[in-house]
């Protein structure tokens, strides 16, 4: 079992912020004061924990409710990151297996940390959105399932991350448990990520910013 893919879920998490740091993407000054650890939304107020957490649906046990908890449980994260450490622990056990919950919780708060405190030391605007785009029943019975979601990760953050997408094939293990599908372990692999368009061009993050002043996040906009 591998920790949560919260770059399937955006480009941002622990082990991808120091990725980014390290191929020089992501710009840790020490010179810049640190603020609070709360993130600009892009409507432009600060987040907090008022976004509600993704929590298990009572699917059915068919192929169609496996892949509808699958899919949501992919995009979860999008949430995870305007939540305090404690309100994420609750988050991914109600979303976990009872096995694997204590396990899930651990890893995804000290990612979700790290990320938050890194994107905290932006001093505009952090736009973070996780979108499934399409996925793939690879087995079902009605006890368990694993089921494929395809998945892009928009992140954008002044001083701290370029603008960038992530792309990725999360493969969701499911275990029928209780009343609802549950999640028994995660895993992600690169890809497909298509080029950019030939009409466009990398941005720079203010750039990013700026073009998108006034837009909404469509889904999951955080409540201040």
Known sequence: M??????????????????????????????????????????????SAAAAPVSAPRADRTEDGART????????????LYLPDDQVDRAVRSIATMSAGPSLSRETVEEIRSARDA?????????????????????????????????????????V????????????????????WRVQAVNDVPGPTPMTGTKDRPWQPEPFDDALTGFERVGSEPRS
Do not use: H, Y
Request: hydrophobic share 50%; net charge neutral.
């Open 161 to 180: 991350a370029l603008p960038q997408a992530d792309w990725l094939r999360v493969a969701v293990d499911l275990q029928w448990e209780g009343d609802s």
């Open 69 to 80: 908890a699958a899919i949501a449980f992919a995009s979860a994260s999008q949430d995870w």
């Open 119 to 159: 994107l905290a030391k932006s001093p505009g605007r952090v736009w973070w959105l996780v979108r499934p785009l399409a996925s793939r029943v690879e087995r079902f019975d009605p006890l368990s399932a694993r089921v494929v979601v395809w998945t892009v990760t928009v992140l954008s953050a002044a001083d």
């Open 2 to 47: 591998r920790r949560w893919p919260l770059i399937g879920a955006a480009a941002a998490t622990g082990a991808s912020l120091v990725m980014l740091a390290a191929s020089g993407l992501l710009d840790r000054s020490p010179e810049r004061d640190p603020v609070a650890p709360t993130t600009e939304t892009p409507a432009g107020s600060r987040a």
